[in-house]
């Protein structure tokens, strides 16, 4: 998994989790907004207002548990993406760390091949 | 998160593909005003077949664009949300041109199906995973990439079509 794809992922679940709870509230609404347009329409007795709520209920449901799993990815694993160490280079001379491409060692002044 | 200059014109890209996508579905026979009552068997296929296809891939067209003519150096998540972006322009544009069509019920009815499409933002999610796919490619160069994030979001929009037909 390259990083890239592990900072996607990171976006997706950023993103995915407001905007299912958004949707959860859209599809809860969902039957109550038909029923009235059908109303408005004169054709209530045209559609299946039980069915319509139970769908509505169970995709809100669904929405809502989109949203818990890709929070729950989130806060699980955007400290792993932020904390990553950075590359680093060691230096020949005193044995130590110094930021990958640095020219010259931090601690003892030699230049790094 | 990217200029504000980006968001914008991936916003007006979004509003100027729903048009581009209007226009498409409308040369392919789709009915685009809302639907009462029986639907027919052409109209399920054209409507969750068709129309998802059709739609994922003309939104992120104005990202695309961005990435090709300015190669802007962005995270993924700033990919992701110029996507967002594309696909809020799209929905709103739909959801007027639907409340619109709704008009001949009254002010009223227009108004609830208004609310009820704002409060089903499956454009944005959608087209989160386009403008994540075009961050991909442009890192990548690799189209499978985007097609990774395309598809899931047909599926996606789909779905969403399948089920608001079926159901209501």
């Known amino acids: ?113 | 998160m990217p200029k504000g200059r980006y968001l914008a014109l991936a916003f007006v890209a979004g509003v100027a593909s729903a048009g581009l996508a209007t226009i498409g579905e409308m040369a392919l026979g789709m009915d685009v005003s809302p639907q009462t009552g029986a639907v027919s068997a052409m109209t399920i296929i054209l409507v969750t077949l068709v129309a998802p296809v059709v739609e994922e891939c003309v939104k992120p067209l104005g990202i695309f664009l961005i990435q090709k003519e300015e190669r802007p150096q962005f995270k993924m998540i700033d990919w992701a949300i110029l996507g967002l972006f594309a696909g809020l322009g799209f929905a709103l544009f739909e959801d007027f041109l639907y409340a619109a069509g709704a008009l001949s019920y009254g002010w009223n009815a227009a108004f609830a199906l208004l609310g009820m499409r704002l409060l089903l933002p499956l454009h944005l999610v959608a087209s989160t995973l386009t403008g994540l796919g075009i961050g991909m490619y442009q890192k990548t160069r690799r189209p499978l990439d985007f097609a990774v994030m395309l598809v899931p979001a047909i599926c996606l929009h789909a779905l969403f079509n399948f089920a608001a037909v079926m159901v209501g």
């Open chain 1, 1 to 113: 998994m390259t990083g890239e794809w592990q900072d996607a992922k990171l976006a997706i679940a950023k993103l995915v989790a407001p905007l299912s709870l958004w949707m959860a509230a859209g599809w809860a609404a969902y039957p109550y907004a038909i029923e009235y347009i059908s109303k408005q329409s004169g054709e209530l007795d045209t559609i299946d207002l039980p069915e319509i709520r139970w769908f509505g209920l169970a995709a809100a449901i669904a929405c809502i548990v989109v949203a818990v799993m890709s929070a729950g990815y989130y806060f699980m694993n955007r400290d792993d993406a932020g904390t990553q160490a950075p590359p680093t280079e060691r230096c020949p001379y005193c044995d130590t760390d110094n930021p990958a491409g640095a020219s010259a060692c931090a601690t003892c002044g030699r230049r790094l091949a």
